[in-house]
């Protein structure tokens, strides 16, 4: 690095494991072909964007939530529509590993 | 995108505006107009000075970097507010040339020392509010799965007795939670070789296991200290693994016999004293009501005139009447002698006369600052400096720990009751609220495992913002079940005190990097 100088040894850890492409790998496995979960899974709910409209913030990579899709159902994703319909779908689930029981049922 | 400056396609949070223009099956997917935009904003991150030079302590990675002055401007203007690649570049542009500009902002988006997120552009006839509710927060990383973390520390209660009766003892005093009127006073010996026992079970590959005995007045029950020492030491020997053995007492009963055996046998002492004469006897007294220095300090002279080869460290507990640190450090270090002087303020509910309260702990800092300025200036001439607060925080540092836990009770370490019972540490010992298991019957696994899932730092929100969490992860249990009632709250009480000391030492840890890195090699 040529602006930042890593000093403690997790600073150098850093440096060296953030050496070279960092990317996104789950759907660039050589080794197989990728078997998505679904998109009703709670951790991958399928939404294009996030709650910023942006991609960054998902918790899955876009290409896997269009993947799943393509695979499993149909487009678009039928989770609830979180920005139109049903905008507190999730308020009361902080964590969603440890708050999914909260998520309320949506009936359209 | 039209962003002068594009985030590299090396940096992780990058990855989702790189990959729309490489990925087939986006492309028909994207609409034609443009809804998104890439965003920088500051990371979680505490900046502070080394010798002047600029520094950033990361959160929660705790990797500590240098930083150049591009970095520093970019971190400023940042620190005002989000900034598009292009606008950061162009406040920038009358400092520092673009080039630079662009390598520091990678850099700093690599270390994650600032995030990039896509901000959602005004769409005719969309609903704003949503769109304003606030922008991407970087994509969350699962915790990986626990590991079993095997036993590295045994600390046995061999006794629950005490010859001293220190008014703010948390074993004895008016804070107590040991249910020791039911427990046996003493441990027998065989409850101690199991003890040895369940050590070398829980161990698991370790090939050093520390054994560590506590009180109660340790030395009370020096027979069965003796048994269960030459045990462990027997059974390490047929298992192949090395037995470190360590004690806590008092000093009153470090007799000739005593200090010769603890000699022999390499036991690593830490004698609990509070400074001076006036200092010593205004808690640490015995039950009579006679302080307790004239008897300690005469024991303690004797056995460091034996020069152990274990070094003999003093362990200090700090309360509203006895607050003055540098001279409680010159006595014990300079006049008494021993290797090392730590420092705890006393754990104790708040409405005790000697609790701590936020003047103090103010007092208490200045002071902790003056000792630290004084271990830099030895350090940096090449001395060692007999403080340990400021040691154990910058070895913590160097290795850039990021704490799960607070301390490693009910995983890598456990306590003993006189019993058998297994419990958190040695402040749990005899708490059967707080019991994992026996020794004889092994560490209910149920029990710790929702132990060390309800105490993680995820699950204290308090600590969620703070820059220190790495380090303190919301402080002692014991502390705070004495303050609380609870030991899943964080320590409250003393936060601003953690964040200044973690920083002077931070400060200390970055001018010794300066000018005198081959110290820090030490904690390598």
Redesign the interface.
């Known amino acids: 690095m040529a602006r930042l100088k890593a000093v403690n040894q997790k600073a150098r850890r850093v440096d060296e494991q953030t050496l070279g492409p960092q990317d996104v790998v789950g759907l660039q496995n050589p080794t197989g072909p990728n078997i998505p979960l679904g998109c009703s899974f709670v951790f991958s709910p399928g939404w294009e964007v996030d709650s910023s409209g942006g991609t960054a913030g998902l918790c899955q990579p876009v290409e896997r939530d269009l993947y799943d899709c393509h695979i499993t159902c149909f487009w678009p994703a039928h989770v609830p529509d979180l920005y139109n319909h049903a905008p507190d779908w999730v308020s009361k689930c902080a964590a969603a590993q440890k708050d999914w029981r909260k998520i309320d049922l949506i009936f359209p | 995108m039209t962003a002068a400056i594009k985030p590299s ?5 990058a ?3 790189t ?2 223009a490489t ?1 087939p ?2 492309s028909t ?1 994207l609409p034609a107009a443009k ?2 935009t890439t965003m920088f904003r500051r990371g979680e991150y505490h900046r502070f000075a080394g010798d002047g030079a600029p ?1 950033v302590y ?1 959160v929660p ?8 002055d ?2 520093v401007a970019v971190l400023d203007a940042l620190g005002q507010r989000d900034y598009e690649p292009a606008d950061l570049a162009l406040s920038l542009a009358p400092q520092f040339p673009l080039p ?1 500009v662009k ?2 902002v990678e ?2 988006v ?2 994650r020392a600032i995030n ?6 005004p769409q005719p006839g969309a ?1 704003e509010t ?2 304003a ?8 990383v ?1 915790a990986p799965p626990r590991k079993r973390v095997p036993l590295t520390t045994l600390v046995v209660n061999v006794t629950s007795k005490c010859n001293l009766a220190c008014t703010y003892c948390y074993e004895y005093g008016e804070d107590k939670i040991t249910e020791a009127s039911t427990k046996p006073r003493f441990m027998d010996e065989a409850t101690a070789r199991q003890s040895v026992d369940f050590m070398f079970a829980e161990s698991g590959d370790q090939k050093i296991v520390h054994l560590t005995f506590f009180g109660g007045e340790t030395l009370l029950n020096f027979k069965v200290l003796k048994s269960a020492l030459s045990y462990a030491r027997e059974r390490g020997a047929v298992l192949g693994k090395a037995v470190d053995v360590s004690l806590t007492t008092n000093g009153t009963l470090l007799r000739t016999e005593i200090i010769d055996w603890l000699v022999e046998n390499d036991v690593g002492v830490t004698v609990s004293m509070d400074g001076g004469r006036e200092q010593q006897n205004q808690f640490r007294v015995f039950k009579n009501g006679m302080g307790s220095y004239d008897t300690v300090a005469p024991n303690v002279k004797e056995f460091l005139a034996r020069k152990p080869r274990r070094p003999v460290g003093a362990r200090v507990t700090l309360t509203k009447q006895n607050l003055d640190v540098v001279s409680i450090y010159r006595h014990l270090a300079d006049e008494m002698g021993f290797f090392e002087v730590g420092f705890a303020p006393v754990t104790t509910s708040w409405q005790r006369d000697y609790a701590i309260q936020d003047e103090g702990f103010f007092e208490m800092l200045g002071q902790f600052r003056f000792l630290a300025a004084e271990y830099l200036e030895y350090a940096l001439a090449g001395k060692r400096h007999r403080f340990s607060n400021v040691r154990d925080t910058l070895e913590e ?6 704490k799960s836990h607070p301390c490693g009770a009910g995983m890598g370490l456990m306590g003993v009751a006189t019993d058998g019972d297994v419990a958190l540490c040695h402040r749990f010992a005899g708490s059967d609220s707080h019991k994992l298991g026996t020794v004889t019957g092994g560490v209910n696994r149920e029990l710790q495992d929702d132990y060390l899932a309800r105490h993680h730092i ?1 699950n204290k929100t308090d600590c969620s913002t703070c820059w220190a969490r790495p380090l303190c992860a919301g402080g002692c249990y014991h502390e705070a079940h004495t303050r609380y009632g609870d030991t899943q709250q964080a320590n409250l009480h003393y936060c601003e005190w953690i964040r200044s000391w973690t920083n002077t030492c931070l400060e200390v ?2 001018t010794i ?1 300066e000018r005198r890195p081959e110290f820090l090699q030490q904690f ?1």
Do not use: N, Q
């Open positions: 396609a090396t940096s992780p949070d990855t989702a505006t990959r729309t990925t099956a986006t997917a809804l998104t520094y990361l990675s705790a990797a500590v970097f240098r930083l150049d591009v970095s630079d390598e520091a850099e700093l690599r270390v990039a997120f896509e901000k959602r552009l609903d949503a769109a509710a606030g922008a991407a927060l970087p994509a969350p699962a540092i160097h290795k850039g720990l990021s995820e840890y970055a990097a390598d």
